[in-house]
C-alpha cells in the first residue's frame, strides 16, 4: 500500500496491521519496530514526516527507537540528518544516547558518518565533547579511512582548541603519510586551515625539507598551499618560498607544481610575484607552448603589474627568442 508523501511511499508490508515485532520493508533492507514500541503520536514533532500518515508516524519512532541502525541505512541515514537539524532537545538526546555506544563504528559507514557529522553540527556542546572524545586513539586511523576522514575533518572545525590539539597530536609523525594519503591529505588541510598555528607548527615544520617534492605531488600540492595561505610565521613562509623560487621553472611545467606557482601568483606578496616572472623571463614562448606552464604564463598575465604584462607581451612578440616569436608558432 502506497501512502503519498510518506517516507515509505512505496513500501511493501509484512505482518500488517503493526503489531509487537513487525517489519516495514525500506529500500533494500528491513526496519524493525520492537516489541513494544511506544506511540509517540502528537509528541513527535519535527520528527513526524507526514501527520496523517501512521506509517510515516510509526517510521519516526523506530528511527527514535534504533538510529544506530536506521542510520547505516542509505534512507534512514538522511531521514536523520534532516531531522536533526529542527530536533527539539529532547529528540536530540534521544538520538544521542542511542548513536554513542557504536559512534566510532558508526564513522566509518558510508551512510552513518553524514549523521555523526550532523551531531557535530547541531548537538549540544557538550554532546560535541563527548562526541569528540570517541575519536581519541583513533584520529590516525579514521584520517586514513574513506568515511573517517570526513568526521575527523568535522570535529576539527567545531571542536574547542583543546580537542582539536589533542586530536592533531595523535598525528605526530604521521603527517607525510598523512599528506600523501588521498583521505589524510584532506585531513591535514583541514587541520592547517582551524587550529591555531602554533599548536600545528610540528606538522608544518615536517614540510620544510619536502616542499618541491610535496609540490609536484597530487595530494601534497594542495596541503603546500593551504600552508601558504594559513601558516604565516615569518620562517614558514621563507623557507616555504624560498623552495618555490629555487625551482620555480621545474614546477611551472609540472603538472601538480603549476597550481602552486599560480597559487602565489595570485594571492602572493608582490615581490614574490615580480621574482617569479622575473625568473620566467626568457623562457615565456617556450613556457606558453607547454601543457601545464602555459597555465602559469596565463596567470601572469592575469595578475602581473602593468609594466610586467607589457614585458612579457613585448617577449611573446618579439623575434630575438631563439625559438622565434610566438606568433609564427
Not at 96 to 103: L, S, T
Not at 193 to 198: A, L, Q, S, V, Y
Amino acid at each position: 500500500m502506497s501512502y503519498p508523501g510518506s517516507p515509505l511511499a512505496s513500501a511493501s508490508l509484512q505482518n500488517s496491521p503493526f503489531g509487537p515485532d513487525s517489519y516495514v520493508r525500506y529500500g533494500e533492507r528491513y526496519v524493525h519496530f520492537p516489541l513494544g514500541m511506544r506511540n509517540l503520536s502528537g509528541v513527535m514533532g519535527a520528527w513526524d514526516s507526514d501527520p496523517a500518515s501512521n506509517l510515516g508516524e510509526c517510521f519516526a519512532s523506530s528511527l527514535l527507537d534504533e538510529p544506530s541502525v536506521i542510520s547505516v541505512d542509505q534512507y534512514g541515514s538522511r531521514f536523520i540528518q534532516q531531522k536533526l537539524e529542527t530536533a527539539t532537545t529532547e529528540e536530540k538526546n534521544m538520538v544521542f544516547r542511542e548513536i554513542m555506544p557504536q559512534a566510532l563504528s558508526l564513522m566509518t559507514d558510508v551512510f552513518s558518518n553524514y549523521v555523526i557529522q550532523k551531531l557535530f553540527e547541531h548537538g549540544s556542546a557538550s554532546q560535541i565533547r563527548e562526541l569528540a572524545d570517541q575519536l581519541n586513539g583513533h584520529v590516525l586511523t579514521l584520517s586514513l579511512q574513506m568515511y573517517g576522514c570526513r568526521v575527523v575533518q568535522k570535529a576539527v572545525e567545531v571542536v574547542d582548541l583543546d580537542q582539536q590539539t589533542k586530536m592533531v597530536t595523535e598525528l605526530d609523525g604521521h603527517a607525510m603519510r598523512c599528506v600523501r594519503d588521498q583521505n589524510g591529505n584532506h585531513v591535514i588541510q583541514k587541520c592547517i586551515e582551524c587550529i591555531p598555528e602554533d599548536a600545528i607548527q610540528f606538522v608544518v615544520s615536517t614540510f620544510y625539507d619536502q616542499v618541491v617534492t610535496l609540490s609536484t605531488h597530487p595530494y601534497g600540492c594542495r596541503v603546500i598551499q593551504r600552508v601558504l595561505e594559513h601558516c604565516h610565521n615569518p620562517e614558514t613562509q621563507n623557507i616555504v618560498m624560498k623552495k618555490i623560487l629555487q625551482s620555480i621553472c621545474m614546477l611551472a611545467q609540472d603538472q601538480y607544481g603549476n597550481y602552486v606557482v599560480q597559487h602565489v601568483l595570485e594571492h602572493g606578496k608582490p615581490e614574490e610575484r615580480t621574482s617569479i616572472i622575473n625568473k620566467l623571463m626568457g623562457q615565456i614562448v617556450q613556457m606558453s607552448q607547454q601543457k601545464f606552464a602555459s597555465n602559469v604564463v596565463e596567470t601572469c598575465l592575469t595578475f602581473g603589474t602593468r609594466e610586467e604584462r607589457q614585458t612579457l607581451v613585448d617577449e611573446m612578440l618579439g623575434s630575438d627568442d631563439e625559438n622565434g616569436p610566438l606568433q609564427v608558432c
